[in-house]
């Protein structure tokens, strides 16, 4: 009767497996190595035009309530004016988004499979065939998000807040100013925008929210959209099969 393998042997004989598995280098692991701080630098780079989006879009916000509110004549127009600027710099920073997706995802991948099995004291590993993914990344230019997700993203993160007190402002100063509202028809009267009623104007304002509302839960839900450059990609981004979080 053949003997049953002891520990040792399933140890040795995982040895040899992982020993066949296809390896790097030093010179490969140190240009890896290379390449992981050339995409992190990437990273921060589209990360600081990010930030200097949403820098606009809060410092446009601030100069709007200071206009507004600082006498009570002025009008709130500019509140309104400001809330189309900011909802530029929030399809602009979605187009910056995708852009930085790009960087961050390589990363990651990088981190989980080459530097995480390393810290395990499991060398590199390949057999979940991330090399492959990252090299086919690199022959094939692509976003790993499409702009609808970027777009609802950088709303529920940044842009929500900003569009909240701007409306919440508008209707603060157009109930406080010039003096206390004590009548509907006085709310209609002070909402009214050039030829637009009061009572169309606000309409459009609640509808506008409303539609920010339901566009954030829409794309909250659609976490794993890919496009292409150029085109609509149909198929599953790969790097997302290797069962990362990125």
Known sequence: MAAEPTKNNLTAMNARDHM?????????????????????YRSKVWRTRLDTTTNWAVATTGLALSLTFSNPENSPLPLVLVGLLVLVFLGIEARRYRYFDIWRTRVRLLEVCFYAPILRGEGVRVDNNWHQVL??????????ISYWEALGRRLRRNYAWILLILGISYMGKIIIHPTALTTWQELWRRATIGPIPGKIALAIGVGFYVALFLFAIITLKQQHAAGRVGEVDEHE?????LGIQV
Do not use: I, Q, V
């Open 20 to 40: 066949s598995t296809p390896f790097f280098d030093t010179a490969e692991m140190g240009a890896l190595a290379h390449l992981y701080r050339g995409e992190m």
């Open 135 to 144: 090299a086919d990344d690199y022959t094939n230019l692509h976003f790993h």
């Open 237 to 241: 981004d790969p790097t997302l099969k």
